[in-house]
């Protein structure tokens, strides 16, 4: 998905912080945040997919921009008249101001416009029909839903002890003792499978009972149906279901084995800040069903060991909560986004009125600024939206400066001499989101499209312009 939205002055607190929508979905998923990819919102708070800017920092190389020489034989787009004037030669100043609007891919549903058409009265229906025009409300039940948990990078799966933990081990379920001398118990990766481990009082791992699995699934429950993650940076995850230990390569995976309707408990208030308007909420609530349906359907039709992941790669999801290495709790859920789950339980967009027909895909991002953006599917439309500044937006207007010497450096242009937008998709601010933009040096010239120039800036959109930062003028002594 894409960035989350940044949460109005009105909103609480907790519910400014950054989060994920966009990278765009998080595509969320996705693009960008979040994130969508999935459709994604998230990082100034990414109403991801998201995104979610879901990976907005590549190195030019993994970008795979298109690159003309200027030296020995330089091919370049001619740009329109239109463009032509759009050219900024190299600034006294040493940097560029970049001004823009919008924050994410622009895709399907503006998290920010969502917000803004629930204030101007629209139900969660009529939001949903706005930014997915044609497609058509199903319902769905509730299943299985396998979240890969992103942060367990350390190849084993370890959690706490809690009243009624059990190991399954194929098919025999066995409770895992507790007390003192067991303070965490994980399973971890051999040569010949996995193993089943509890750490001591005194912090050393022993194995336990001399377990080896050589293939297969271990699974940690508990009689709370609460499971706590420990993760390698030292926080902790309270997560919904069951925790999968899967081998995958040389490692353990993590994956969380819950159902939709709870995996959305989570999601929500991670790509939409909870204080917003319930309709927002219930329009994002089927976005992220949608999309996330889309997800799992692809990802088991390629016989994968997960549905979907955890970041705005796809949509951000938190658990239950999370707890810091100090032990501070962070909520990862809300009521009110729980209700506004509950109001649309189980309900989806599909492409047509019959319930066999393909999920929708469901992207959104943080912010639009005020123009949708046309993609593959048919209600993917470019169109005008009256709902995305109508609140106080911050993604309204922004800036960013970028300094000459970084443009000169990622692209290994020499010494710079001009940036000039070639072309512009026509819609919106600006002239609408840049399509494609030329940074031409001493060495060469690079012709890149305005989304990967995005990436590489850590913009919020490709909807900017591009001026010389002014020289700042001393300020006079004091006699």
């Known amino acids: 998905m894409s960035p989350a939205p940044l949460a109005p002055p009105s909103a609480a607190a907790a519910a400014i912080a950054a989060s994920n929508p966009s990278g765009q979905s998080r595509q969320s998923r996705a693009g960008d945040a979040t994130a969508s990819t999935r459709s994604t919102v ?5 109403p991801s997919v998201r995104r979610p800017l879901r990976s907005a920092t590549a190195a030019l190389s993994s970008l795979g921009l298109a690159v003309s020489l200027a030296v020995g034989g330089l091919t370049a787009t001619a740009p329109s008249a239109a463009a032509a004037q759009e050219v900024t030669t190299r600034p006294a100043s040493g940097s560029f101001t970049l001004s823009g609007s919008g924050y994410g891919h622009g895709r399907g549903m503006s998290q920010w416009g969502a ?3 629930a204030d101007a009265g629209l139900t969660w229906r009529q939001i949903l029909a706005f930014y997915y025009p044609g497609t058509a409300l199903h ?3 509730d299943s299985q839903m396998r979240v890969l948990i992103s ?17 399954t081990i194929g098919r025999s379920a066995v409770r895992l003792p507790a007390g003192a001398g067991y303070t965490a118990w994980r399973a971890k990766r051999y040569a010949n499978g996995i193993t089943l481990q509890y750490r001591d009082r005194a912090g050393a791992w022993k194995s336990w009972r001399g377990f080896v699995m050589r293939s297969g699934v271990l699974v940690f429950s508990t009689s709370s149906g609460l499971v706590r993650l420990v993760l390698p940076s030292g926080t902790s995850q309270d997560v919904r279901g069951s925790v999968y230990a899967t081998i995958s390569g040389s490692k353990v995976v993590t994956v969380v084995n819950s159902t939709m309707e709870a995996y959305l408990r989570s999601v929500v208030p991670a790509e939409m800040p909870a204080s917003w308007h319930v309709r927002a909420l219930s329009a994002q609530a ?4 949608t999309y996330a349906a889309s997800y799992r359907q692809r990802q088991r039709a390629k016989g994968a060991l997960w549905d979907i992941c955890d970041s705005q790669a796809c949509q951000v999801f938190k658990g239950v909560a ?14 009110r986004s729980d209700a506004a789950i509950i ?9 047509t009125k019959s319930s066999t027909s393909a999920f929708a895909f469901a992207e959104f991002s943080a912010s639009n600024g005020g123009y949708t953006v046309a993609g593959g599917p048919f209600y993917q439309v470019a169109k005008r939206d009256p709902y995305d500044g109508r609140l106080a937006n911050p993604n309204k207007a922004w800036s960013s400066t970028v300094a000459v010497s970084t443009l000169e450096k990622t692209y290994g242009l020499g010494r710079l001499i001009d940036v000039r937008i070639l072309d512009r998709d026509g819609k919106g601010t600006f002239g609408g989101r840049i399509d494609e933009v030329q940074l031409t040096g001493s060495t060469r010239a690079v012709t890149i499209s305005g989304a990967k120039l995005r990436q590489a800036l850590k913009l919020r959109s490709e909807m900017f312009k591009v001026s010389a930062t002014p020289v700042k003028t001393p300020a006079p002594a004091r006699s």
């Open 42 to 46: 998230a990082s100034a708070h990414r």
């Open 286 to 289: 089927v976005a992220a069903r």
């Open 115 to 117: 917000y803004g058409a």
């Open 322 to 335: 999370r707890y810091t290495a100090s032990g501070t709790r962070v909520p990862g859920e809300s009521t």
């Open 151 to 167: 942060a367990d990078t350390d190849g084993d799966t370890t959690v706490k002890p809690a009243p009624g933990l059990s190991a």
């Open 343 to 351: 109001a649309t339980k189980g309900q989806v967009l599909r492409v």
């Open 139 to 141: 319902a769905i039940t």
